[in-house]
């Protein structure tokens, strides 16, 4: 996991900056607004501003020096000053969804024996699901924590970042919640941890709300047994 610009900066969705590194179809920024996809959440979306037109941003690939590759739309080479500009509607609605699967977890982990995480997608229809190692777990209980997640949107607590090393994100059960993938520390060998003042610390690389009453209403969907000890919860945003 590399230190992303929007890690710093998450409410920068528009930048403009210089392309360093150009091929047919794609280029590498000096600096960009983008978050990449990557620990079940989706890639951002959005344009790139040429003189002379613009390009969407379908993907990403990386590239060398923790930079990555923006995939466009078109077979444009763009050169010099771009404007970068991330579709914001869909930032947010990951964003949103992505802090949504935080709570749910911190619930799960405090409320089921602490439970580990063993997959997780973020989708882009509002929706969200998590697998949990959860062999015993009653759905009736699953289902009840509807109202917790509601709970913790409403009491607005903030979100604050620190960087730990990689022994020490470990050695603490739980900080690394999933179950299958740690995330990779950056080249200064340091995890990034995200908290949620009050409620929960793990390691994690996407984007997240400043506070959790930034988000709408969180609903559970469904609850699936997946094979004897998955569990699979289905989230989702209201409106
Ligand atoms: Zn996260």
């Known amino acids: 996991m590399g230190r992303y610009f929007c890690h710093e900066h998450p409410e920068v969705l528009s930048l403009e900056t210089r392309v360093i590194d150009a091929r047919p179809g794609a280029v590498v920024l000096e600096q960009t607004p983008f978050y990449p996809g990557g620990g079940g959440q989706l890639a951002d979306r959005g344009i790139l501003r040429c003189k002379g037109g613009e390009a969407s941003v379908t993907g990403f ?16 080479e763009p050169t010099g000053t771009v404007q970068a500009v991330v579709d914001a509607e869909f930032r947010t609605m990951m964003t949103e969804l992505h802090t949504g699967t935080h709570i749910l977890n911190a619930l799960v982990f405090q409320q089921f024996d ?38 913790l949107v409403r009491q607005d607590l903030p979100l604050r970042y620190t960087y730990v090393p990689l022994g020490e994100a470990t050695a603490q059960h739980g900080l690394i919640r999933s179950r299958s993938v740690a995330p990779p520390p950056g080249d200064d060998g340091l995890i990034r941890i995200v908290e949620i003042v009050g409620l929960d610390r793990q390691a994690c690389g996407g984007t997240h709300l400043a506070s959790t009453g930034r988000s709408r209403p969180l609903r559970i969907l469904k609850i ?6 998955n569990r699979r919860i289905r989230i989702g945003l209201q409106g």
């Open 224 to 229: 699936d047994n997946k094979g004897r000890h």
């Open 61 to 76: 690939e990386p590239a060398a020096d923790g930079r990555f590759w923006h995939l466009l739309g078109a077979a444009a």
């Open 114 to 151: 602490r439970a580990l995480v063993t997959g997780a997608q973020l989708n882009d229809d509002r929706t969200a699901r998590m697998d949990f190692d959860l062999p015993e777990a009653d759905n009736d209980k699953l289902r009840a924590l509807e109202a917790g997640l509601n709970d």
